[in-house]
């Protein structure tokens, strides 16, 4: 009788491929033939329920996987994490004093918590085209510039050439875009689209090969990375008292928005629309299909199963996002409802954070 180590490499691979992350960690220590069955290209985190950030203090921060229902612990290389697009890595930073550049400021870098990697992103001080960016020379010498949405163009595990955008701010002040490319040590200004009104910057996401940002104005634009400009692609018109998303959903580009009780303020439904970048124009989107979305308090991703997929406690065609009252709930596309997930972690909606874990 043959040994589990002796089984057929396509009957590994297939098992291996429908785990969750715990699990395929552990299937890849077992023996030198499971773990060639388990490679990097065999996980597909878009398939698998992601975790959820549920604390962080002394520089540690808890991550709860609702698939199995335990908690992680990962030490962070710096504190305030930030969900980053896409939601493999998070963005840390730490103040102190920059010897790059010689002065006080906040130090950021974008960090795996699987994988523990973490990667420093340049001074927000050095820039290379400090004239695409005008804000920024009445205030590089305060220190209190900060990233306040940050997308990759792909993940620095898989590829070493990416691209980092992210847009900036002071006291909560929209100041500019901003580009890093993969090598270079110094950020690049994007000037903004022209003959717009300023406004503020809620969502930054790399969609289909472009960054794509969302603004307070209900605008959504693209950034011309030939000319280092953002463009307008399309004015939505919406006029909800809520907060929009973006989000990549089984190819499509979708806009999100959690729509507020006007008494108390709590998410009394879920709007979804399609947006097609290149006709600019929308769909109002009623089912997910095979689909889950999950609402960070800036951000969101996309889960997407079937029936081979390992998914506990998660079900297609919802919305999951934490409210005020600090539980988890989900919206039903289905039933047009807000219910509360009992058996999930409370924590401050504010903190909430779902991450993809992947290498």
């Not at 490679?39 to 959820?52: C, E, F, G, I, Q």
């Not at 690049?188 to 289909?208: E, K």
């Not at 809520?242 to 709007?271: F, H, M, N």
Request: proline share 4%; glycine share 6%; hydrophobic share 40%.
């Amino acid at each position: 009788m043959a040994s589990w180590e002796e089984l057929p490499q396509e009957i590994l691979e297939l098992i291996a491929g429908r785990l969750a992350m715990e699990d395929f960690l552990a299937f890849r220590g077992v023996c030198t033939s499971w773990r060639s069955a388990a490679v990097r290209d065999t996980y597909n985190a878009k398939s698998k329920a992601p975790w959820l950030m549920i604390y962080v203090g002394n520089g540690v921060a808890e991550f709860f996987s609702i698939s199995r229902g335990r908690t992680h612990q990962v030490r962070l290389p710096g504190s305030r994490p930030q969900a980053v697009n896409p939601t493999r890595w998070i963005l840390v930073s730490r103040w102190g004093f920059d010897q790059r550049v010689s002065r006080w400021g906040n130090q950021y870098c974008i960090f795996n918590p699987l994988s523990r990697v973490g990667i420093e992103l340049p001074a927000l001080t050095k820039f290379r085209h400090k004239s695409r960016l005008r804000p920024l020379k009445r205030h590089r010498c305060s220190g209190s510039i900060r990233i306040h949405r940050i997308a990759l163009s792909s993940s620095p595990s898989s590829s070493g050439d990416y691209t980092v955008m992210v847009t900036l701010c002071r006291d909560l002040r929209s100041l500019g875009y901003a580009l890093h490319r993969s090598g270079e040590d110094a950020w690049t200004g994007v000037s903004a689209a022209a003959n717009l009104p300023r406004s503020t910057f809620l969502q930054l996401i790399h969609y289909d090969g472009q960054f794509v940002a969302l603004d307070s104005r209900s605008r959504i634009m693209t950034l011309d990375e030939r000319e280092c400009r953002m463009q307008l692609r399309l004015f939505l018109g919406h006029n909800f008292a809520g907060y929009p998303y973006l989000v990549e959903c089984s190819g499509a580009l979708l806009v999100v928005w959690k729509i507020w009780d006007q008494e108390d303020g709590t998410v009394e439904s879920i709007r979804v629309f399609a947006v097609d970048l290149e006709e600019g124009g929308q769909e109002e989107v009623l089912n997910l299909g095979n689909a889950a979305l999950f609402l960070n308090g800036n951000s969101a991703i996309s889960a997407e199963f079937n029936s081979e997929s390992c998914l506990p406690g998660i079900k297609p065609n919802r919305i999951y996002f934490h409210d005020k009252d600090k539980k988890m709930h989900y919206y039903s596309m289905e039933d047009e409802k807000v219910e509360i997930c009992s058996d999930a972690p409370r924590v401050y909606f504010h903190r909430a954070m779902w991450i993809q874990p992947d290498f």
